[in-house]
T-cell receptor
Framework: GAGVSQSPRYKVAKRGQDVALRCDPI?????LFWYQQALGQGPEFLTY????????KSGLPSDRFFAERPEGSVSTLKIQRTQQEDSAVYLC??????????????FGQGTRLTVV | QKEVEQNSGPLSVPEGAIASLNCTYS??????FFWYRQYSGKSPELIMF????GDKEDGRFTAQLNKASQYVSLLIRDSQPSDSATYLC????????????FGAGTILRVKS
């Protein structure tokens, strides 16, 4: 596609519910990142994929968070047993090269998750 | 100390003026630096990246990097009201590896 596509754009979940957020990166992009952005803050790194390999998951806040990219294209971020502190915008970004360092990563529209 | 620091602002400049946005980073091994623009309720949009010491110009935007001082800046010439947004600085490489580490952003307001 022309850009990074994320779905759903908005998700309201009841506390304790599981959610799955989808990211469709720019076609051919090797690298894919998930970030979490709280209101008034910069994006916080969650995890990084190079093709289908999850090379860095150091930013995942707990074992309730799980990400996959089984065929090296579409990625899913799953949050189990959602808590109110999980409420945030979840951003996906992709890059044409290994890592996001050159020429930078391009973000999708984000998924705004609200846990009630 | 935060890994990437920015003044939260808001920075207010009149239309047509030069806006100067600044960023410092803590990891001396960082290799790549990025400026993203984020409009309210939207996702970050990449506007500039820089790897080498000195200046890099792209249209009305100039990024400046000083690795010795661990300092990155973004100059916006002839500022327009449409430039009003939050500007995010990000660093990559070094201890950060492949990920980008972002600052909290500086709010820029251009007054007409």
């Amino acid at each position: 596609g022309a850009g990074v596509s994320q779905s759903p754009r908005y998700k309201v979940a009841k506390r304790g519910q599981d959610v799955a957020l989808r990211c469709d990166p720019i076609s051919g992009h090797v690298s894919l990142f998930w970030y979490q952005q709280a209101l008034g803050q910069g994006p916080e790194f969650l995890t990084y994929f190079q093709n289908e390999a999850q090379l860095d998951k150091s930013g995942l806040p707990s074992d309730r968070f799980f990400a996959e990219r089984p065929e090296g294209s579409v990625s899913t971020l799953k949050i189990q047993r959602t808590q109110q502190e999980d409420s945030a915008v979840y951003l996906c970004a992709s890059s044409s090269t290994r890592g996001g360092l050159s020429p930078g990563a391009f973000f999708g529209q984000g998924t705004r998750l609200t846990v009630v | 100390q935060k890994e990437v620091e920015q003044n939260s602002g808001p920075l207010s400049v009149p239309e047509g003026a030069i806006a100067s946005l600044n960023c410092t980073y803590s990891d001396r091994g960082s290799q790549s630096f990025f400026w993203y623009r984020q409009y309210s309720g939207k996702s970050p949009e990449l506007i500039m990246f820089i790897y080498s010491n000195g200046d890099k110009e792209d249209g009305r935007f100039t990024a400046q990097l000083n690795k010795a001082s661990q300092y990155v800046s973004l100059l916006i010439r002839d500022s327009q009201p449409s430039d009003s947004a939050t500007y995010l600085c990000a660093a990559g490489g070094g201890i950060y590896g492949n990920k980008l580490v972002f600052g909290a952003g500086t709010i820029l307001r251009v007054k007409s």
